[in-house]
């Protein structure tokens, strides 16, 4: 059954003509007492309004929070993570069948415990993405909370074949590229040139390059201005982003790959700005850093996003954290609404189907550990 869309929520949101204007709030909390109010300054982006918006159907919900997903080509067999965010992680990769989560590969590769080998269990399973090959790939930042602390050995990318089920291959991420305070984020996979594209979001933003034939590392745009956080306070719902009234910083979250052009497409998740670099760029490991800088591209606005999706239209889909939305930004920066809706609160990662149909997960982050609702799995048909 397709759900009616609920009423635009965030505040400022209104229309001119065709033209819709988001209000953007930027929160300032520094040097504020504890007994006065956040302080909340407003910017705005503009949105290009679609003659009609999108439907969208829930497909699964979850009480523990999943964060990637990603679907088979041939069968259409949905996979999830569940970061190590908490002590009640029972899988942390999982595959949705008949509405219920079972753990995959196997429940031994979720049933991991310090002293277990790192390498070959589930530690802090951040995405998951299908590749052009219909191959799966799992990113394990290693990173589970409270501590933060990245398990030795444990930082990886993860192949395997979701025909037979079994891993394939291990790529194990040293400390040359996983930085005592890294986090990974995101991955994209080139086929054509054998290379995985993967984000840090920890303290020093950066994009991690694996070369998937040697097994060779490199960061690239380490602490640049486009891997960082814009320092913004997240707004969602009208309540600031917040962890113990200090404004989490976010470095570079969603990335996408377009083929087509050999692109890659990046932004950090406390900032609304996206940017582009040569996927090229980031095969060529004697490039010096000044080089590489000389290569990125600002591309546009759309909002602050957990996650970034190239899509069949040759548009970046921006799952719009800020307004409960899914948006679209063409190559020269023009941002377009999908879709708009309180159910969809935080919007985190996407994956699409051979026919067409976007899915993706809700993390509802700005709630903390306690929802106000499952976390849910949503698909829109692009083709309409």
């Known amino acids: 059954m397709k759900k009616k869309l609920a009423p635009i929520l965030s505040t400022g949101t209104y229309f001119i003509a065709s033209l819709l204007v988001l209000t953007l709030s930027n929160a300032r909390l520094d040097a504020q007492p504890e007994d006065e109010p956040i302080i909340v300054e407003s910017s705005t ?3 290009q309004q679609e003659r009609f918006e999108y439907s969208y159907n829930e497909v699964a919900t979850s009480e523990s929070q999943w964060t990637g997903i990603a679907i088979t080509q041939e069968t259409s067999r949905i996979f999830v ?5 908490s002590a009640n992680v029972p899988i942390s990769v999982g595959e949705v069948k008949d509405g219920a989560v079972v753990p995959y590969p196997n429940e031994e590769w979720n049933n991991w415990q310090p002293g277990k080998d790192p390498r070959m269990h589930w530690i802090c399973a951040q995405s998951v993405y299908m590749d052009a090959l ?3 790939w799992v990113l394990d930042t290693a990173a589970p909370r409270p501590q933060r602390t990245i398990v030795e050995r444990g930082a990886k990318l993860v192949l395997l074949d979701p025909t037979t089920n079994e891993v394939v291959k291990v790529y194990l991420l040293g400390p040359e590229v996983v930085l005592p305070d890294t986090y ?4 994209r996979v080139d086929v054509k040139n054998n290379f995985a594209y993967i984000t840090d979001a920890g303290s020093t933003g950066a994009i991690i390059s694996l070369n998937l034939k040697t097994g060779e590392a490199h960061r690239f745009l380490n602490d640049h201005y486009s891997t960082s956080s814009e320092g913004l306070v997240l707004i969602v719902q009208g309540i600031p982003f917040t962890r113990d009234r200090l404004a989490p910083i976010v470095n570079v979250d969603g990335i996408a790959y377009d083929s087509l052009n050999d692109l890659i497409y990046y932004q ?3 900032g609304r700005t996206m940017y582009r670099i040569p996927a090229a760029t980031l095969r060529n490991f004697g490039l010096m850093p000044d080089k590489v800088a000389e290569t990125v591209q600002r591309v546009g606005a759309g909002g602050a996003s957990d996650g970034l999706f190239f899509g069949p239209d ?8 800020e307004f409960n939305a899914i948006l679209r930004m063409s190559p020269n920066g023009q941002v377009e609404k999908v879709v708009q809706a309180l159910p969809l609160m935080w919007p985190n990662s996407f994956t ?3 026919t067409g149909v976007l899915y993706f997960t809700t993390s509802r982050l700005n709630q903390g550990g306690v929802p106000s609702a499952p976390y849910a799995i949503y698909k829109i048909d692009l083709i309409q």
Request: aromatic content about 10%.
């Open 184 to 187: 990974m984020a995101d991955v």
């Open 314 to 321: 040759e548009k970046i889909y921006i799952t719009a954290v």
């Open 81 to 85: 993570t569940f970061p190590r965010w």
């Open 45 to 47: 982006i503009q949105v």
């Open 268 to 270: 950090s998740l406390t």
């Open 134 to 136: 219909d191959r799966m």
């Open 352 to 354: 699409l189907s051979s």
